[in-house]
């Protein structure tokens, strides 16, 4: 057997445990007792380490070395480069480091679900800091073989090739135009009639099959994955099993109808990705910044688009019996454009939404660097709100409580989010011009046309090249905020 032959065989088993983990994650979601948590942990950790054991294999490196010799096919060798990168990550991390973190992080994730609507940090804080703590020290270890610092090589295993160069640079500029931008939309509001307020109960199961039903018309493939619910919703699996999950509030249907939008766009990406490369990482996807982009493509893009609203009005007057004019298109239109501060960072609207994960990078970055101390998270978190958006949470779990991914170890994920918003409004824009009947088609209902440009342009790439590569290919040229900022004029100001 071939040394590349070897790494692909090895790949084929990394990537079956992977999508085992993924299933595993989300019904420690869904469906897993609190009490099962410790069994979780230790049946996670137990994959997670054999994972370790293909890597740390004796002959693994030999064959990374050899393979590199070989002739091989331009996606072998991108293969070969996601092989590489790997073995970094996974080779920099001791068995009982990995262990420690895998049992922790899914402990925490069971801590959590009874902090937050107790509005308790201090049930958190002692798993919160040891979180932390193991994540900095994996963090070292990795930039050591990476040669960035711990916080940039936690954000790597995201996002490879991030950086906080790149990140600082974007975000700055935005940091630079939102505050002004949001309070002239804010003006432009005040002088505006008020659109009038949809009043429920809107029953859990009509949201459900709102939410089914637009899933149909996106292109979600039900054959390969299924809708569920979860205290915060997220799309897992694996490529060919992928699992949406979404919350329900009777009083509002927007948040679950928007969260499965959001899902789905995640999903649409999983269920692109080349199936004859979807035992190999280069048939993975490419980071989660272009992750967060196609979700953020058909949730902001597409979703709140007026095109999109009028197609999906008459669903919402069927399924929900609505009547009278708060249920007219226009007024559904402004509902949708309306912005307002607000504490939770997944109801946010597209104005505030990047502040959002601007003071969370802030902050999860000092607590690895050591500028911030997480005892003081709550008092850290407040004052970034009233900084940024001029509101104090009225409750923790309005607060630093509100999201999974630091319980869950998810440390260098957020800046992704806005990553991906700026992709997804780069992308819109570029389909826009090839595509000059793109909103009609939205407008009738007529998803597949973009999807099939979506496969073509970013699906199908999976990670055979690199992000930068990927969208300079499909919008001719790099990531800027230029397109988001152009976005967001044309939407709140101009319209």
């Known amino acids: 057997m071939s040394a590349y032959a070897f790494l692909e065989e090895k790949s084929k088993k990394i990537n079956t ?3 085992i983990l993924g299933i595993l994650n989300w019904d420690a979601s869904t469906m897993m007792p609190t009490g099962a948590a410790s069994l979780r942990g230790e049946q996670s950790s137990m994959l997670n380490l054999m994972i370790q054991q293909i890597i740390k294999d004796s002959g693994f490196a030999e064959a990374l070395e050899n393979a590199s010799s070989q002739n091989l096919t331009p996606e072998q060798k991108a293969n070969l480069n996601e092989l590489k990168r790997y073995y970094i990550h996974q080779n920099a991390i ?11 992080t899914n402990e925490t994730d069971m801590v959590w679900r009874e902090a937050r609507p107790q509005n308790n940090f201090k049930m958190l804080l002692p798993n919160l800091k040891k979180i932390f703590d193991l994540a900095r020290q994996m963090g070292e270890a990795k930039a050591e073989k990476l040669g960035c610092t711990p916080y940039e090589a936690l954000v790597d295993e995201f996002d490879p090739g991030s950086n906080c160069k790149k990140i600082d640079l974007i975000f700055n500029d935005l940091e630079t135009f939102l505050p002004d931008f949001l309070q002239k939309v804010l003006h432009k509001q005040e002088n505006e009639t008020k659109p009038i307020a949809l009043e429920g109960p809107f029953p859990i199961e009509r949201q459900k099959e709102l939410g089914l039903k637009i899933m149909d018309f996106l292109g979600f493939d039900k054959n390969f994955g299924r809708l569920d619910i979860s205290t915060h919703p997220f799309c897992g ?15 509002d249907f927007v948040s679950a109808l928007y969260g499965v939008i959001h899902e789905t766009g995640h999903a649409l990406y999983e269920q692109g990705l080349p199936d004859a490369w979807s035992a190999q990482l280069a048939g993975q996807a490419r980071g989660m910044g272009l992750h967060e982009s196609q979700s953020l493509f058909y949730e902001k893009q597409i979703g709140r688009n007026p095109h999109f609203v009028s197609f999906l009005a008459p669903h919402l007057k069927q399924i929900f019996e609505g009547k009278g004019p708060a249920w007219d298109v226009d007024n559904l239109i402004q509902l949708n454009r309306q912005v307002q501060p607000s504490f939770i960072r997944v109801e946010a609207d597209e104005v505030t939404y990047p502040l959002h994960i601007i003071m969370r990078y802030k902050i999860e970055k000092g607590l690895i660097d050591g500028t911030y101390n997480i005892a003081d998270l709550p008092d850290i978190w407040d004052n970034f709100m009233v900084k940024y958006l001029g509101i104090k949470p009225d409750s923790l779990s309005n607060g630093c409580l509100q999201d999974i991914h630091w319980p869950v170890g998810l440390i260098g994920y957020f800046p992704s989010y806005t990553m991906g918003s700026l992709i997804a409004a780069q992308l819109f824009a570029s389909l826009r011009d090839q595509n000059a009947n793109v909103e009609k088609e939205i407008e009738q209902g007529q998803f597949k046309p973009t999807l099939e440009w979506l496969r073509k342009n970013i699906h199908e790439k999976a990670s055979f090249l690199s992000q930068d590569e990927i969208l300079i290919k499909a919008t001719k040229q790099p990531l800027s905020a230029n397109a988001f900022k152009t976005h967001l004029q044309k939407r709140y100001l101009n319209a």
């Open 17 to 19: 445990i992977k999508d």
């Open 94 to 104: 001791e068995d009982n480091l990995l262990k420690e973190y895998t049992e922790l």
């Open 237 to 251: 699996g694996s490529t060919n099993d992928v699992r949406i999950t979404t919350r329900y509030d009777e009083n």
